[in-house]
């Protein structure tokens, strides 16, 4: 059974039109991360989260934004994708001395 | 400053061959080191992490990476690839055992029949 679930699995949106990726978890980690894998690329860390806690990277742009509501929910917004954010999209969990759980990602195209 | 290095970009071997992936990292303190795999369009999958103690780690799949201080190095290894090993590797690194992870830009591996 998947432990880590995002939702859609791939996603289309138009440029500068908001957009928004889910992440939920049934393994009851307080660590939740975003990454953002380009096309032929290393994933590269957004942000995470450690239970409420929302740790921001420096080079993260503006533009995203994330929420975590709950335990179990963690979402990204894009409130202006750009044709450079078409991307995957991958969600982690974990907890400390424990390995990472990721989900199959969402793929997100900008037209 | 912190950063890891997959010095091959792609790699071709034949199925039954050894494979070895290279990682080199740069970091002042003993990382923690993490080898997973990726398919295409696929999440990551974690083969093994080193953290501590006996050098050489044991992975799932048949896979094995041996961390070596001296050469800041953390190989990982397969004796007999299989085509279903076909995939893009990334060896990570991170400074807490977390999960913040930095990612090398991957070795795509190809398997010929």
């Known amino acids: 059974d998947a432990m880590v679930i995002q939702n859609p699995r791939y996603q289309v949106t138009q440029f500068g039109k908001p957009v928004t990726l889910s992440c939920s978890q049934t393994?009851?980690?307080?660590?939740m991360y975003w990454y953002q894998q380009k096309s032929s690329q290393a994933p590269k860390l957004l942000f995470h989260y450690y239970d409420k806690d929302f740790n921001n990277e420096a080079d993260t742009p503006d533009n995203f934004q994330s929420r975590r509501p709950n335990t179990s929910f963690c979402f990204l917004d894009i409130r202006s994708p750009g044709l450079g954010d078409a991307a995957m999209y991958l969600c982690?969990?974990?907890?400390?001395?424990?390995?990472?759980?990721f989900g199959s990602g969402t793929q997100l195209s900008v037209l | 400053a912190q950063s890891v290095t997959q010095p091959d970009i792609h790699i071709t071997v034949s199925e039954g061959a050894s494979l070895e992936l290279r990682c080199n990292y740069s970091y002042g303190a003993t990382p923690y080191l993490f080898w997973y795999v990726q398919s295409p369009g696929q999440g990551l999958q974690l083969l093994l992490k080193?953290?501590?103690?006996?050098?050489l780690v044991q992975g799932i799949k048949g896979f094995e990476a041996e961390f070596k201080r001296s050469q800041s190095s953390f190989n990982l290894r397969k004796p007999s690839v299989h085509w279903s090993d076909a995939a893009e590797y990334f060896c990570a690194f991170g400074t807490d055992s977390w999960g913040k992870l930095q990612f090398g830009a991957g070795t795509q591996v190809v398997v010929t029949p």
């Open positions: 982690a969990t974990g907890r400390a001395n424990e390995k990472l759980f």
């Open positions: 393994l009851n980690h307080n660590v």
């Open positions: 080193y953290f501590s103690g006996d050098t």
